[in-house]
């Protein structure tokens, strides 16, 4: 179980292509991270793993031997060696204890008060016990979430975007969890995430997804600190520069193509840059902010996601930029693909490697 | 004497009122909520067409019948149990046990229809949850329908809200006979009727206060499934 | 190796099983009892028209039978037009009702048998104080009627018709006939589609005209302050109630038994005389006429007599 293979994976929803020929294997261990933007297919190959989902064609083995997918008594047995944690936090309207204690209770197993009292102390909620779950703050409810994946032990630990909804603190005593029981008790992880420190910090290996695609596998070396930059454009405003210091102690960095970005740390020499797309601010007329940088550029791509519109912002005719807005301001601004609008963030947002 | 009679009247008309709708509610929660429940956790949804065409079919058909007027159930019952209709030889005509049929009728599409979506909305995430946590079909459906228990709870309460205040239909199929099926409602009309207020407004106290209870039930369900 | 194992949940199914099946049998022995109550034969259903109903004078009699017979009488009250469709339907023993012509069609098509006379009461016609027909102390309704079609058309009146198919908008109907009028559609004739409470309660808001029982008349009197009885006392405006047993034959599930006893005792000189004795506001009500063959001939029971001797030979509780 703890060695997984996926072999030529595709995924189809209602004629709508998620997955298109996914393949890796991930040693028995390993911390696996699939980094890729929103939509990417990231969630739905957790989900397959975590037989939740049956993929439309393709295989995944686990511990050498391929799942069947059709099998009830299958899916249940090997789930209940794999553990997951879901980027939208669910948990139940019961007590803390009742809520850890639940996998355990539908495995059949009656002696669970200290596995789950050792298990919340993991997770820094010693005392939280009796507590509805219901009442907790978001990173207490998502600790309590990766303690319910945890409490069985499983041999395959699958978490999705773990940290996404959480303030510091919280994201990293969650980290901190999750690098100690990869390397104490040797779990095998997959885990998505679209933060980039996140994989130099914990991954062992890391794929790029993009469009259902694998774009990149290898590790933080390998890719983030490749000469040739082409190779990053599946990933979301990750640029390669150099940077020099300025006089007001921030740095600007120029990644070609006479775009110089500043930021707020201080760095000299090659660095790998991100700029979260939920950080930049979309404008149609120039601004004047306190944003360190402004570019104007043409829409060259829209993609509706939901309640979300993600749009390919092409600056200086060469540089693409994503952006994310709220399908509302996009019907308001009456953008369109060629519309000419100006892009904004702070200096703080950008993001060294 | 008459003060003797008068509370021994209204003491009946009550309880035969609780008795009609506490049983009608009581059998449509034991119809309703299973089939509620089914159709909530969405079993028909993907794979195949047809199934999901079944799906849209029960469903708009519960939602049908959650708007009937209560005066149309109670003449088809009225038809269905009259001496030359097909269950006429029940011979349940102009007896509570007809009211609690008319009333089942009214109630149990709005159980189905309440505990659908309180399930329906809770389904995918906690299904999926208590899956994942290793839960077998069963027991993930048993847990969605514990997580939606306050969703059930309220629509027992708003069945029972719907079949004590209702008036029309076990007027048709009760009859309104004194000490056998009057109800609060059907004794209202009739009292208004003949101009014995001091009964009627008894009566009206007696429903009003039915209904503050039902009502402050429901919101006490409603603030609490707000604060969680 | 793993197995699935179920001890978690089979707690929690089982309980649920459990609660499940005692409701069930709950529910089942109540049903049980009540369907054991409802299909006792020693019911007697009797359908009538709300205008008797809302006198009280079932209420009255109704005690009287059931201390000397031990049956109870479910009495559903309905307008005639209903009342007279349940039985045809078998979903009553017998009938009580005032309408001869509904009554006739009900008898000739076979439905109901031994038709006959029990009692009478007689309407009235009653308007607002101020008069504006002109109709106060005439004898005679037909005059009265045509006056107000003419005041009204002139917006000076107006007529509130019960438009039920009850007796008493039977009666109505058949006093236009005469006149040829065909009163539809007009402003001053408003179809209420209510019963007589309800239509006393509007002519008095409205100050109109209306023809009602004087039962109900004389029970909401003291709350219909504008109204006044302006005309009474014609043959056409008395008002005779009729019982009729559904046919055994045709409904041999109902308790033809016990609706013969009733309509017997109902007919008995202790019936009349408790019918005779029913006071309301220190008036008499409804008159005895089953054993008055000539006044029940006058008012459309032509075989009172034969009917009345049929129903003395009977002897249904030996």
Not at chain 1, 168 to 175: G, L, M, R, T, W
Not at chain 3, 222 to 234: C, F
């Amino acid at each position: 179980m703890s060695k997984v293979e996926v072999k030529s994976l595709f995924k189809e929803y209602s004629g709508r292509q998620v997955l298109k020929g996914i393949t890796f294997s991930v040693q028995k261990g390993e911390f696996f991270v699939l980094l890729g933007p929103n939509g990417s297919g990231k969630t739905t190959l957790l989900k397959i793993l975590d037989l939740l989902e049956e993929p439309t064609s393709g295989e995944v083995w686990l511990n050498g031997e391929p799942v069947d997918y059709s099998s009830s008594k299958e899916r249940v047995m090997l789930r209940r060696r794999i553990g997951m944690v879901f980027q939208q936090t669910v948990l139940f309207n019961m007590s803390v204890l009742d809520n850890v204690a639940y996998p355990l209770k539908v495995r059949g197993e009656r002696n669970f008060e200290q596995k789950v009292k050792s298990v919340l102390e993991l997770v820094q909620l010693k005392g939280f016990e009796r507590k509805n779950a219901l009442t907790l703050s978001g990173g207490e409810a998502q600790r309590v979430a990766i303690a319910q994946a945890l409490v069985t032990e499983p041999e395959l630990l699958l978490l999705d975007e773990p940290t996404a909804n959480l303030d510091p603190k919280n994201a990293s005593i969650v980290e901190e969890v999750i690098s100690h029981i990869n390397r104490e008790k040797e779990i095998t992880i997959i885990m998505t995430t679209h933060n980039v420190s996140q994989v130099e910090n914990l991954a062992d290996r890391v794929a790029i997804l993009d469009g259902g695609r694998m774009e990149l596998l290898g590790t933080f070396q390998e890719i983030f600190r490749s000469p040739s930059p082409n190779k990053n454009l599946a990933m979301d405003n990750i640029f390669h520069g150099v940077s020099r210091i300025t006089n007001e102690g921030t740095s600007i960095i120029d990644i070609g193509d006479g775009v110089h970005i500043e930021a707020a740390f201080k760095r000299v020499g090659n660095v790998t840059i991100h700029v979260p797309p939920e950080d930049i601010i979309l404008s149609k007329y120039p601004l004047i902010s306190s944003a360190r940088n402004t570019f104007e550029g043409t829409i060259t791509q829209i993609t509706d996601i939901g309640h979300i519109v993600r749009l390919r912002v092409k600056v200086m005719s060469i540089k693409d930029f994503i952006v994310q807005v709220t399908k509302r301001s996009f019907n308001e601004m009456q953008l369109n693909i060629g519309s000419k609008v100006y892009i904004a963030f702070k200096a703080s947002s950008v993001q060294a490697n | 004497m008459y003060e003797g009679i008068f509370w021994e009247e209204v003491l009946n008309i009550t309880l035969l009122s609780l008795k009609v709708s506490g049983l009608a509610t009581l059998i449509g929660a034991l119809i309703g909520i299973p089939i509620g429940t089914f159709l909530g956790l969405r079993r028909f949804k993907g794979k195949r067409t047809i199934m999901r065409f079944v799906d849209v079919i029960m469903k708009t058909i519960v939602n049908t019948f959650m708007g009937l007027p209560p005066v149309v159930v109670g003449l088809i019952v009225y038809l269905l149990l009259t001496a030359s209709g097909p269950l006429g030889w029940l011979g349940l005509l102009y007896t509570p046990m007809a009211m609690i049929m008319t009333q089942l009728i009214i109630v149990i599409p709005i159980i189905i229809g309440i505990t659908m979506s309180a399930v329906g909305s809770i389904e995918k995430s906690i299904r999926e949850k208590a899956l994942s946590l290793g839960a077998t079909e069963t027991q993930a459906a048993l847990l969605v329908l514990r997580e939606a228990r306050m969703g059930v709870l309220s629509s027992i309460i708003a069945a029972f809200g719907a079949a004590i205040s209702e008036v029309g239909g076990i007027m048709i199929t009760g009859g309104n006979i004194r000490w056998w099926t009057r109800t609060l409602t059907t004794a209202i009309v009739i009292e208004t009727e003949l101009g014995n207020f001091t009964m009627a407004l008894t009566l009206g106290a007696i429903l009003l206060t039915i209904a503050f209870i039902i009502n402050l039930a429901l919101t006490i369900i409603q603030v609490k499934g707000a604060r969680e | 190796m793993y197995t699935i194992k179920h001890n978690g949940n089979m707690k929690i199914v089982s309980e649920t099983l459990a609660v499940f099946l005692v409701l069930v049998v709950v529910i089942v022995s109540v049903f049980a009892y009540e369907w054991h109550i409802c299909s006792q034969k020693s019911i007697i259903a009797l359908a009538t028209t709300t205008s008797t109903y809302d006198s009280g004078l079932l209420e009255y009699l109704m005690p009287y039978f059931q201390e000397k017979y031990g049956i109870a009488v479910h009495i559903i009250s309905v307008g005639t037009g209903q009342a007279i469709e349940i039985a045809r339907r078998g979903d009553v023993d017998l009938v009580l009702v005032h309408s001869t012509q509904l009554e006739l069609e009900f008898v000739n098509s076979g439905c109901g048998v031994h038709r006959i006379g029990v009692m009478y009461n007689d309407f009235v016609i009653i308007g607002p104080a101020n008069d504006p027909a002109g109709i106060s102390g005439l004898k005679n309704a037909t005059e009265a009627f045509r006056r107000i079609a003419e005041e009204g058309a002139k917006n000076n009146a107006k007529f509130i018709s019960r438009a039920d198919k009850s007796g008493t908008h039977m009666l109505e109907l058949s006093i236009w006939k005469k006149l040829n009028l065909r009163p539809l559609n007009k402003t001053w004739y408003v179809e209420a589609g209510s019963g007589m409470g309800a239509v006393l309660r509007m002519a008095n808001e409205m100050n109109a005209y209306t023809l009602t029982d004087r039962a109900t008349w004389l029970s909401f009197k003291n709350q219909l302050t504008n109204l006044r009885v302006l005309v009474e006392d014609d043959v056409v405006l008395l008002n005779p109630y009729a019982i009729i047993l559904v046919n055994p034959e045709k409904y041999p599930k109902r308790n033809y038994e016990g609706a013969l006893m009733l309509a017997k005792w109902m007919i008995s000189e202790e019936g009349q005389n408790l019918i005779a004795s029913f006071k309301k506001w220190g008036e008499t009500l409804f008159k005895p006429m089953a054993r008055n063959i000539e006044l029940a001939q006058l008012l459309g029971f032509p075989e009172q007599e034969k009917e009345l001797a049929w129903y003395d030979m009977q002897e249904p509780w030996v």
